[in-house]
Nanobody, 125 residues
């Protein structure tokens, strides 16, 4: 059974850092493209970062230079390192997976079949 579970969210002051984790089970991370999405109250879900099954990464303009996505194939875990956090980063963050997915400059939530329950990130002023 394919499953992804996010963790690592919390409350942080503006300028601080958090690292989110997404632990995968039922499949091998290198065989899947993985993405982080986020959704704030009253807003549409937006893509944050995407890592292709071959390892290339892409980021939303709003997080470039501040967020880094990586994966540990041995631990079958995806990460999102978030630095210089801003109040506008406050959202529920979701991990998503799609087999052999190749990320390009834009990636859609409709492309991803498997989703976690999300983890809340709140950035205070």
């Amino acid at each position: 059974q394919v499953q992804v579970v996010e963790s690592g969210g919390g409350l942080v002051q503006a300028g601080g850092s958090l690292r989110l984790s997404c632990t995968a089970s039922g499949f091998r991370l290198p065989d899947y493209g993985m993405a982080w999405f986020r959704q704030a109250p009253g807003k549409e879900r937006e893509g944050v970062s995407c890592i292709s099954w071959r390892g290339t990464t892409y980021y939303a303009d709003s997080v470039k230079g501040r967020f880094t996505t990586s994966r540990d194939n041995a631990k079958n875990t995806l990460y999102l390192q978030m630095n210089s956090l801003k109040p506008e980063d406050t959202a529920r963050y979701y991990c998503a997976a799609a087999p052999l997915y190749y990320c390009s400059g834009s990636w859609s939530s409709a492309d991803f079949r498997y989703w976690g329950q999300g983890t809340q990130v709140t950035v205070s002023i």
